[in-house]
């Protein structure tokens, strides 16, 4: 069992910066790939960013390339997600998750927090 709490979010407006971090507690957290997803009011969860165990290899959604960077620190069992140039259409509550394996799909994650909001004015 592995427990996700993300904090870090707020409102902010366009083109500020956010990070948000996820700690993990419970079993041991760095065999998992950790993953960001969103979601937006009346719309599916998305994927946004994953990073495998060794910090070695990360993926991002085309639409948060070049604005977000993920990254883990396991001295802390935690993730991070930094959001720079935020965009409205940024706004959702975002998830931090586990897998075994870099994936983009939600199904393919097993452990989810409780999100944290984040509300990009114009």
């Known amino acids: 069992q592995v427990q996700l709490v993300e904090s870090g979010g707020g409102l902010v407006q366009a083109g500020g910066s956010l990070r948000l971090s996820c700690a993990a507690s419970g079993r041991t957290f760095r065999p998992y790939t950790m993953g960001w997803f969103r979601q937006a009011p009346g719309k599916e969860r998305e994927f946004v960013a994953a990073i495998n165990w060794s910090g070695g290899r990360t993926e991002y959604a085309e639409s948060v390339k070049g604005r977000f960077a993920i990254s883990r620190d396991d001295t802390k069992n935690t993730v991070y997600l930094q959001m720079n140039s935020l965009k409205p259409e940024d706004t959702a509550v975002y998830y931090c998750?586990?897998?075994?394996?870099?994936?983009?799909?939600?199904?393919?994650?097993?452990?989810w927090g409780q999100g944290t909001r984040v509300t990009v004015s114009s």
């Open positions: 998750a586990t897998a075994r394996s870099i994936g983009v799909r939600p199904v393919e994650y097993d452990y």
